[in-house]
């Protein structure tokens, strides 16, 4: 089975600087209180908010899933937070913009 990356046009913005978004990118962090991460929702969200923030991430993966096959909406991000011991998903096609910056505390929620 041949495995096709769906191009996605979401931003990807890491502390000031635009990734190019059409490469797997695995954002790591040892920093305290993690990364502050904000994506913006096109109009093919499945969530009711424009925008998201999710607190206190240590890790982000860019294009989750784009070496395996896709079921339904394609290429994924993942978000883990150790801090809150959580994570979760979101289909870039849904996705305008992510934008990942230092986190300056620790968030009461993720």
Known sequence: MTNTIIPVTTKLIYLGVELDNTKQHELITDHKFGFKVTV????????????????NCHEVHFMYGANCGYDGDGPRVAFESNIHSTGGTRALNQIDSITIELATENAENW
Do not use: A, Q, Y
């Open 40 to 55: 913006v929702f096109n109009e093919n969200r499945l969530w009711p908010d424009k925008h998201e923030v999710f607190n």
